[in-house]
């Protein structure tokens, strides 16, 4: 499985809904197991982004599907940085001539 950083930014119905916020994450993890994303961590942030999440995906589409999927409810905004970890790195520095 791939891993993903998402840096979440509140709409403004995010925020004047803040309080339903731990609820909105409960369903995104749920949303994300039926999409074949693993949700593995949710922390709520200071600073330019709301709310961090660490995700597992099979593929980048359908990490795709599933943050385009959470951006039309309203509540946030997504950017999704695809992550590799230090032997996935290993292999593509094998690949450089």
Request: glycine share 8%; hydrophobic share 40%.
């Amino acid at each position: 499985m791939a891993s993903y950083i998402m840096l979440n930014q509140m709409t403004r119905q995010g925020v004047n809904e803040i309080q339903d916020s731990p609820k909105r994450a409960e369903a995104a993890v749920a949303l994300g197991k039926k999409m074949g994303v693993k949700l593995t961590d949710i922390f709520w942030t200071l600073g330019g982004y709301d709310t961090v999440c660490i995700a597992e995906a099979p593929d980048d589409e359908t990490m795709a599907a599933f943050a385009v999927s959470l951006c039309r409810q309203g509540y946030i905004k997504t950017q999704t940085l695809r992550a590799f970890r230090a032997n996935e790195v290993r292999k593509i520095l094998r690949r450089l001539g």
